[in-house]
Protein backbone atom coordinates (compact mmCIF):
# COMPACT_ATOMS: atom_id res chain seq x y z
CA UNK A 1 0.00 0.00 0.00
CA UNK A 2 1.30 3.05 -1.09
CA UNK A 3 0.93 6.57 0.22
CA UNK A 4 -0.56 8.50 -2.32
CA UNK A 5 -3.20 5.01 -3.03
CA UNK A 6 -4.65 6.64 0.57
CA UNK A 7 -4.31 9.69 -0.60
CA UNK A 8 -6.52 8.76 -4.10
CA UNK A 9 -9.26 7.04 -1.75
CA UNK A 10 -9.77 10.15 0.26
CA UNK A 11 -9.72 12.57 -2.88
CA UNK A 12 -12.19 10.45 -4.49
CA UNK A 13 -14.53 11.63 -1.47
CA UNK A 14 -13.46 14.87 -1.11
CA UNK A 15 -11.99 16.16 -4.36
CA UNK A 16 -8.93 19.00 -4.13
CA UNK A 17 -11.19 20.70 -6.67
CA UNK A 18 -13.64 21.81 -4.14
CA UNK A 19 -11.02 23.36 -1.40
CA UNK A 20 -11.48 27.29 -1.49
CA UNK A 21 -8.68 29.42 -2.60
CA UNK A 22 -6.50 30.01 0.59
CA UNK A 23 -6.80 26.65 1.77
CA UNK A 24 -3.77 24.32 1.08
CA UNK A 25 -4.98 20.59 1.11
CA UNK A 26 -2.86 17.82 0.01
CA UNK A 27 0.22 15.76 0.80
CA UNK A 28 2.94 18.62 2.46
CA UNK A 29 5.58 16.72 3.44
CA UNK A 30 6.50 13.24 2.12
CA UNK A 31 6.55 10.76 -1.21
CA UNK A 32 3.51 9.99 -2.30
CA UNK A 33 5.60 6.49 -3.83
CA UNK A 34 6.24 5.41 -0.19
CA UNK A 35 4.93 2.15 1.73
CA UNK A 36 2.51 3.77 3.92
CA UNK A 37 2.49 1.00 7.04
CA UNK A 38 -0.15 3.15 8.95
CA UNK A 39 -2.18 6.13 9.51
CA UNK A 40 -2.33 8.32 12.19
CA UNK A 41 -5.51 10.13 12.38
CA UNK A 42 -5.89 13.31 13.61
CA UNK A 43 -7.34 17.02 13.28
CA UNK A 44 -4.47 18.97 13.48
CA UNK A 45 -0.70 17.96 13.79
CA UNK A 46 1.36 19.22 16.83
CA UNK A 47 4.38 18.10 18.13
CA UNK A 48 2.87 15.59 20.04
CA UNK A 49 0.82 14.44 17.48
CA UNK A 50 4.08 13.44 14.81
CA UNK A 51 5.58 11.58 18.39
CA UNK A 52 2.12 9.70 18.77
CA UNK A 53 2.50 8.66 14.76
CA UNK A 54 6.23 7.11 15.03
CA UNK A 55 5.55 6.08 18.68
CA UNK A 56 2.73 3.87 17.43
CA UNK A 57 4.67 2.85 14.09
CA UNK A 58 2.64 5.25 11.72
CA UNK A 59 4.43 7.07 8.52
CA UNK A 60 1.29 8.75 7.51
CA UNK A 61 -0.51 11.30 9.39
CA UNK A 62 -4.01 12.48 7.76
CA UNK A 63 -4.92 15.49 9.16
CA UNK A 64 -8.31 17.65 8.82
CA UNK A 65 -6.27 21.46 9.46
CA UNK A 66 -3.23 21.36 7.35
CA UNK A 67 -0.36 22.12 8.87
CA UNK A 68 1.21 24.70 6.07
CA UNK A 69 -1.17 27.19 4.55
CA UNK A 70 1.85 29.48 3.54
CA UNK A 71 5.35 29.42 1.94
CA UNK A 72 8.27 28.92 4.58
CA UNK A 73 11.23 31.13 4.09
CA UNK A 74 13.09 29.38 6.38
CA UNK A 75 13.02 25.75 8.02
CA UNK A 76 15.03 27.13 11.08
CA UNK A 77 13.43 25.47 14.39
CA UNK A 78 11.95 28.65 15.19
CA UNK A 79 8.53 27.89 15.75
CA UNK A 80 6.41 24.26 15.95
CA UNK A 81 5.71 24.54 11.88
CA UNK A 82 9.86 24.33 11.41
CA UNK A 83 10.33 21.94 13.79
CA UNK A 84 7.80 19.62 12.57
CA UNK A 85 8.95 19.91 9.18
CA UNK A 86 12.47 19.25 10.25
CA UNK A 87 11.40 16.04 12.54
CA UNK A 88 8.74 14.49 9.62
CA UNK A 89 11.26 15.17 7.01
CA UNK A 90 14.37 13.53 9.32
CA UNK A 91 11.58 10.34 9.93
CA UNK A 92 10.13 9.72 7.26
CA UNK A 93 6.84 10.54 8.50
CA UNK A 94 4.05 11.67 5.53
CA UNK A 95 1.81 14.45 6.32
CA UNK A 96 -1.49 14.85 4.29
CA UNK A 97 -4.47 17.11 4.92
CA UNK A 98 -7.58 16.99 3.94
CA UNK A 99 -9.41 20.26 4.86
CA UNK A 100 -12.27 22.92 2.84
CA UNK A 101 -13.39 20.12 0.47
CA UNK A 102 -13.96 17.79 2.99
CA UNK A 103 -16.20 20.88 4.53
CA UNK A 104 -18.09 21.39 1.47
CA UNK A 105 -18.89 18.12 0.11
CA UNK A 106 -22.42 16.62 1.75
CA UNK A 107 -21.45 13.80 3.62
CA UNK A 108 -18.32 15.32 4.86
CA UNK A 109 -17.52 17.55 7.99
CA UNK A 110 -20.96 19.13 8.43
CA UNK A 111 -22.88 16.06 7.96
CA UNK A 112 -21.01 14.36 10.74
CA UNK A 113 -22.45 17.50 13.16
CA UNK A 114 -25.52 16.31 11.73
CA UNK A 115 -25.37 12.76 12.64
CA UNK A 116 -24.31 13.49 15.76
CA UNK A 117 -27.29 15.31 16.69
CA UNK A 118 -29.27 13.11 14.85
CA UNK A 119 -30.45 15.82 11.98
CA UNK A 120 -33.37 14.45 9.53
CA UNK A 121 -34.08 15.77 5.95
CA UNK A 122 -30.66 17.37 5.27
CA UNK A 123 -29.36 19.60 3.02
CA UNK A 124 -26.74 22.09 1.80
CA UNK A 125 -26.96 25.73 3.79
CA UNK A 126 -25.05 27.65 1.49
CA UNK A 127 -24.39 26.03 -2.30
CA UNK A 128 -21.55 26.25 -4.27
CA UNK A 129 -21.70 27.40 -7.73
CA UNK A 130 -19.11 27.06 -10.57
CA UNK A 131 -18.99 23.39 -10.63
CA UNK A 132 -21.03 21.92 -13.08
CA UNK A 133 -20.78 21.54 -16.55
CA UNK A 134 -23.25 19.81 -19.49
CA UNK A 135 -22.04 18.01 -21.78
CA UNK A 136 -23.76 17.49 -25.06
CA UNK A 137 -22.35 14.22 -27.38
CA UNK A 138 -23.76 12.58 -30.67
CA UNK A 139 -23.82 8.82 -30.92
CA UNK A 140 -25.02 6.94 -33.87
CA UNK A 141 -28.35 4.63 -32.65
CA UNK A 142 -26.43 1.43 -32.70
CA UNK A 143 -23.69 2.91 -30.06
CA UNK A 144 -26.05 5.62 -28.06
CA UNK A 145 -26.38 2.90 -25.33
CA UNK A 146 -22.83 2.14 -24.43
CA UNK A 147 -21.59 5.54 -24.94
CA UNK A 148 -24.45 6.82 -22.13
CA UNK A 149 -23.23 3.78 -19.71
CA UNK A 150 -19.50 4.91 -20.20
CA UNK A 151 -20.24 8.12 -19.27
CA UNK A 152 -22.59 7.40 -16.44
CA UNK A 153 -19.63 4.89 -15.29
CA UNK A 154 -17.98 7.56 -15.24
CA UNK A 155 -19.66 9.67 -12.73
CA UNK A 156 -21.40 11.83 -15.24
CA UNK A 157 -25.73 12.43 -15.22
CA UNK A 158 -25.75 12.71 -11.26
CA UNK A 159 -28.06 15.31 -9.67
CA UNK A 160 -29.15 15.24 -6.35
CA UNK A 161 -30.11 11.88 -4.86
CA UNK A 162 -30.45 10.67 -8.47
CA UNK A 163 -28.06 8.98 -10.72
CA UNK A 164 -27.63 8.15 -14.79
CA UNK A 165 -30.13 11.49 -15.83
CA UNK A 166 -29.79 12.30 -18.93
CA UNK A 167 -31.70 14.02 -21.78
CA UNK A 168 -31.94 12.35 -25.55
CA UNK A 169 -32.40 14.31 -28.70
CA UNK A 170 -32.73 12.27 -32.09
CA UNK A 171 -31.42 13.68 -35.31
CA UNK A 172 -29.44 13.22 -38.33
CA UNK A 173 -25.90 13.89 -38.23
CA UNK A 174 -24.52 14.64 -41.44
CA UNK A 175 -20.18 14.15 -42.61
CA UNK A 176 -17.94 13.40 -45.02
CA UNK A 177 -14.82 11.65 -44.73
CA UNK A 178 -11.70 12.42 -46.14
CA UNK A 179 -8.99 10.15 -48.01
CA UNK A 180 -6.80 10.15 -44.96
CA UNK A 181 -9.59 9.13 -42.54
CA UNK A 182 -10.79 5.73 -40.86
CA UNK A 183 -14.50 6.48 -40.06
CA UNK A 184 -16.35 3.81 -38.53
CA UNK A 185 -19.70 4.51 -41.13
CA UNK A 186 -18.92 4.82 -44.77
CA UNK A 187 -15.51 5.03 -47.04
CA UNK A 188 -12.14 7.07 -46.94
CA UNK A 189 -12.47 9.70 -49.68
CA UNK A 190 -16.26 8.61 -49.97
CA UNK A 191 -19.42 10.60 -50.20
CA UNK A 192 -21.13 12.67 -47.48
CA UNK A 193 -23.29 10.44 -44.97
CA UNK A 194 -26.40 10.99 -43.29
CA UNK A 195 -26.58 9.15 -40.10
CA UNK A 196 -29.25 8.79 -37.47
CA UNK A 197 -27.72 9.59 -34.05
CA UNK A 198 -29.12 10.71 -30.96
CA UNK A 199 -27.79 14.07 -28.68
CA UNK A 200 -27.06 13.00 -25.39
CA UNK A 201 -26.97 15.70 -23.12
CA UNK A 202 -25.56 14.91 -19.08
CA UNK A 203 -24.50 16.97 -16.39
CA UNK A 204 -20.92 16.47 -15.50
CA UNK A 205 -19.43 17.61 -12.17
CA UNK A 206 -16.07 19.65 -12.03
CA UNK A 207 -14.39 17.05 -10.68
CA UNK A 208 -14.98 14.72 -13.19
CA UNK A 209 -14.20 16.26 -16.32
CA UNK A 210 -11.68 14.17 -17.30
CA UNK A 211 -12.68 10.98 -16.46
CA UNK A 212 -15.91 11.46 -18.19
CA UNK A 213 -14.62 12.50 -21.38
CA UNK A 214 -11.54 9.86 -21.14
CA UNK A 215 -14.87 7.42 -21.16
CA UNK A 216 -16.41 9.33 -24.34
CA UNK A 217 -13.32 8.59 -26.15
CA UNK A 218 -12.99 5.47 -25.29
CA UNK A 219 -16.58 4.10 -25.50
CA UNK A 220 -17.66 6.02 -28.66
CA UNK A 221 -16.88 4.44 -32.59
CA UNK A 222 -16.29 7.87 -33.91
CA UNK A 223 -12.28 8.76 -35.12
CA UNK A 224 -13.37 12.08 -34.48
CA UNK A 225 -16.15 12.65 -31.78
CA UNK A 226 -18.27 15.60 -32.00
CA UNK A 227 -19.29 17.03 -28.49
CA UNK A 228 -19.19 20.28 -26.66
CA UNK A 229 -18.53 20.91 -22.81
CA UNK A 230 -20.40 24.21 -21.39
CA UNK A 231 -19.52 25.42 -18.08
CA UNK A 232 -23.04 26.55 -16.17
CA UNK A 233 -24.45 28.43 -13.62
CA UNK A 234 -26.63 25.75 -11.65
CA UNK A 235 -25.78 25.81 -8.15
CA UNK A 236 -24.78 22.22 -6.92
CA UNK A 237 -26.65 20.93 -4.33
CA UNK A 238 -24.25 18.68 -3.23
CA UNK A 239 -21.11 20.90 -2.47
CA UNK A 240 -20.96 23.75 -0.09
CA UNK A 241 -20.93 25.44 3.16
CA UNK A 242 -22.97 24.24 6.59
CA UNK A 243 -25.62 22.03 6.57
CA UNK A 244 -29.23 22.27 7.68
CA UNK A 245 -31.43 19.28 9.51
CA UNK A 246 -34.22 19.10 11.36
CA UNK A 247 -34.79 17.58 14.70
CA UNK A 248 -37.22 14.08 14.61
CA UNK A 249 -39.12 15.81 17.70
CA UNK A 250 -38.89 19.45 18.85
CA UNK A 251 -36.87 20.03 21.86
CA UNK A 252 -37.12 23.59 24.11
CA UNK A 253 -34.21 25.78 23.86
CA UNK A 254 -32.50 24.84 27.08
CA UNK A 255 -33.09 20.66 26.39
CA UNK A 256 -31.66 21.14 23.06
CA UNK A 257 -27.99 22.95 24.67
CA UNK A 258 -27.98 20.61 26.77
CA UNK A 259 -28.61 18.16 24.05
CA UNK A 260 -25.73 19.46 22.28
CA UNK A 261 -23.31 19.44 25.43
CA UNK A 262 -24.15 15.49 25.30
CA UNK A 263 -23.42 14.80 21.80
CA UNK A 264 -20.82 17.08 20.78
CA UNK A 265 -18.75 16.48 23.69
CA UNK A 266 -18.20 19.66 24.76
CA UNK A 267 -18.60 21.44 28.71
CA UNK A 268 -19.24 24.88 27.52
CA UNK A 269 -21.49 26.71 24.77
CA UNK A 270 -21.61 30.10 24.62
CA UNK A 271 -24.97 31.42 22.59
CA UNK A 272 -26.86 34.58 22.71
CA UNK A 273 -30.44 34.84 23.89
CA UNK A 274 -32.44 32.55 24.14
CA UNK A 275 -36.10 32.82 22.42
CA UNK A 276 -38.02 31.33 24.58
CA UNK A 277 -39.69 28.77 21.84
CA UNK A 278 -39.00 24.97 20.30
CA UNK A 279 -35.77 23.82 18.79
CA UNK A 280 -37.33 22.48 14.95
CA UNK A 281 -34.59 23.65 12.24
CA UNK A 282 -31.29 23.93 13.28
CA UNK A 283 -28.27 24.96 10.89
CA UNK A 284 -24.51 24.17 11.60
CA UNK A 285 -21.15 24.64 10.43
CA UNK A 286 -18.00 22.77 11.45
CA UNK A 287 -15.06 25.34 12.24
CA UNK A 288 -15.35 29.49 11.91
CA UNK A 289 -18.51 29.31 10.27
CA UNK A 290 -20.00 33.22 11.56
CA UNK A 291 -20.09 33.67 7.55
CA UNK A 292 -22.92 31.61 7.38
CA UNK A 293 -24.90 33.11 9.63
CA UNK A 294 -26.87 35.27 7.04
CA UNK A 295 -27.91 31.71 5.58
CA UNK A 296 -29.08 30.36 8.77
CA UNK A 297 -31.42 33.17 9.58
CA UNK A 298 -32.63 33.09 6.11
CA UNK A 299 -33.11 29.13 6.01
CA UNK A 300 -35.31 29.84 9.04
CA UNK A 301 -33.40 27.96 11.50
CA UNK A 302 -34.18 28.35 14.99
CA UNK A 303 -30.35 27.48 16.28
CA UNK A 304 -27.24 27.77 14.58
CA UNK A 305 -24.31 25.70 15.59
CA UNK A 306 -20.94 26.50 15.05
CA UNK A 307 -17.29 28.00 16.57
CA UNK A 308 -15.46 30.98 17.09
CA UNK A 309 -17.91 33.54 16.64
CA UNK A 310 -16.14 37.25 17.45
CA UNK A 311 -18.35 39.36 20.54
CA UNK A 312 -19.63 41.80 18.27
CA UNK A 313 -20.76 38.98 15.49
CA UNK A 314 -23.11 37.79 18.43
CA UNK A 315 -25.21 40.70 17.89
CA UNK A 316 -26.08 40.01 14.49
CA UNK A 317 -28.34 37.24 15.53
CA UNK A 318 -30.93 40.15 16.28
CA UNK A 319 -33.31 38.07 18.15
CA UNK A 320 -33.68 36.22 14.60
CA UNK A 321 -32.24 32.83 15.70
CA UNK A 322 -29.70 31.58 18.55
CA UNK A 323 -26.17 31.40 18.05
CA UNK A 324 -24.49 28.40 19.99
CA UNK A 325 -20.57 28.71 19.39
CA UNK A 326 -19.49 25.21 20.71
CA UNK A 327 -15.73 25.99 19.46
CA UNK A 328 -14.04 25.34 16.68
CA UNK A 329 -11.93 22.00 17.95
CA UNK A 330 -15.50 20.73 19.15
CA UNK A 331 -17.46 21.22 15.83
CA UNK A 332 -14.88 19.34 14.39
CA UNK A 333 -13.55 16.89 16.38
CA UNK A 334 -15.39 13.80 14.66
CA UNK A 335 -13.64 14.59 11.77
CA UNK A 336 -11.38 11.47 12.47
CA UNK A 337 -14.21 9.24 12.18
CA UNK A 338 -14.70 9.92 8.10
CA UNK A 339 -11.19 9.69 7.59
CA UNK A 340 -11.33 6.34 8.89
CA UNK A 341 -14.04 5.12 7.32
CA UNK A 342 -12.86 6.42 4.02
CA UNK A 343 -9.58 4.37 4.65
CA UNK A 344 -11.38 1.49 5.75
CA UNK A 345 -13.57 0.95 3.43
CA UNK A 346 -11.11 1.02 0.63
CA UNK A 347 -8.49 -0.50 2.38
CA UNK A 348 -10.46 -3.08 5.27
CA UNK A 349 -6.68 -4.40 6.36
CA UNK A 350 -4.84 -1.24 6.29
CA UNK A 351 -4.18 0.36 10.11
CA UNK A 352 -5.66 3.56 10.68
CA UNK A 353 -5.02 4.71 14.31
CA UNK A 354 -7.66 7.17 15.53
CA UNK A 355 -5.16 9.75 17.80
CA UNK A 356 -5.30 9.42 21.60
CA UNK A 357 -4.73 12.86 22.17
CA UNK A 358 -6.57 16.17 22.53
CA UNK A 359 -5.26 19.11 19.68
CA UNK A 360 -7.59 21.42 21.18
CA UNK A 361 -5.22 24.57 22.05
CA UNK A 362 -8.36 26.31 23.94
CA UNK A 363 -8.52 25.32 27.75
CA UNK A 364 -11.65 26.15 30.04
CA UNK A 365 -10.99 26.81 33.55
CA UNK A 366 -14.74 25.66 35.38
Avoid: W
Avoid at 28 to 57: C, S, Y
Avoid at 148 to 158: E, I, N, S
Avoid at 211 to 240: R, S, T
Amino acid sequence: MLVKDIIQAIEAFAPPTYQEGYDNSGLQIGNPNDEARAALITLDVTEAILDEAMQRGANLIVAHHPLLFSGLKQISGRNYIERIVQKAIKNDINIYACHTNLDNVRNGVNAKICEKLGLQKTSILSAMGGTLYKLYTYAPLNAVDPVRDALFAAGAGQVGQYSECSFNTAGTGTFKPSAGSNPAIGKAGGEREAVEEQKIEVLVDKARRSAVLKALFNAHPYEEVAYEMVAIDNINQDLGAGMLGELIAPMTEQDFLEYVKENMHTHCIRHTALQGKDVRKVAVCGGSGSFLLGNAIAAGADVFITGDFKYHQFFDADGQIVIADIGHYESEQFTNEIFQDIINKKFPNFATLLSNLSTNPVNYYY
